[in-house]
Nanobody
Framework: QVQLVESGGGSVQPGGSLTLSCAAS????????MGWFRQGPGKEREGIAA???????LYGDSVKGRFTISRDNAKNTLSLQMNSLKPEDTAMYYC????????????????WGQGTQVTVSS
């Protein structure tokens, strides 16, 4: 089992950047596929980025070319670099862990953090 804690959220102006972090504790971070999800007001949870146990990434169309997911298995951390932020990126952002596969589908993830809020507004 793995426990996940997100950090790094905040308020930023359109066009700005933020980096989210997810600290993992418990057993075997490197054994999990990891993902970032978000849920905006009145919207369904959306998978935006995922990364394999060692390599391989997936991105949702809404963030492709603007966001970069990365992981450091030695430090048990997952990161999301977010550039060129838009008001529609405003959401609660969650990291999640899956033992099954590289995927943007929330149903494949077993473990979730509590989330960190990102607000993009002028």
């Amino acid at each position: 089992q793995v426990q996940l804690v997100e950090s790094g959220g905040g308020s930023v102006q359109p066009g700005g950047s933020l980096t989210l972090s997810c600290a993992a504790s418990g057993y075997g971070f490197s054994n999990y596929y990891m993902g970032w999800f978000r849920q905006g007001p009145g919207k369904e949870r959306e998978g935006i980025a995922a990364i394999g146990k060692i390599r391989g990434t997936l991105y949702g169309d809404s963030v492709k070319g603007r966001f970069t997911i990365s992981r450091d298995n030695a430090k048990n951390t997952l990161s999301l670099q977010m550039n060129s932020l838009k008001p529609e990126d405003t959401a609660m952002y969650y990291c999640a862990a899956s033992p099954f596969m590289l995927s943007l589908a929330a149903s494949t993830y077993n473990y979730w953090g509590q989330g960190t809020q990102v607000t993009v507004s002028s």
